[in-house]
């Protein structure tokens, strides 16, 4: 599959979803990257906005769409890593605020 590809499937699943992806495409197009990286070395789509221990138990929250994802819409307009996004946010009719990392730190895997 190519980044394009990706991006063609997850922007209609975003639709279908009542969200968009970030209207920044080069910022998108780099985390289409990311994910088909993360999935050809762990076998699943991990976030690459987070690191990934490469065990899909371990990193079940953080396989794209990720778990935080839905919380992170609802109270900042987008999610952690800005690929998913409100259609307020892509319009910027809400501020555009930093996410904090939702992900406990238990389950983060630190370098």
Not at 54 to 75: A, H, L, Q, T, W
């Amino acid at each position: 599959m190519t980044p394009e590809q990706l991006y063609d499937i997850l922007a209609a699943y975003a639709r279908s979803q009542g969200i968009r992806l970030n209207k920044d495409k080069e910022l998108v197009m780099d985390i289409m990257r990311g994910l088909l990286t993360n999935e050809q070395r762990y076998g699943y789509r991990s976030c690459p906005c987070r690191l990934s221990w490469g065990d899909r138990e371990k990193d079940k929250d953080i396989s794209c769409p990720c778990v935080y994802r839905d919380p992170d819409i609802k109270e900042y307009g987008s999610c952690y890593c800005e690929l998913y996004v409100s259609p307020e946010w892509n319009e910027e009719k809400i501020e555009h605020r930093q996410v904090p990392e939702r992900r406990p730190k238990e389950k983060r895997r630190m370098i």
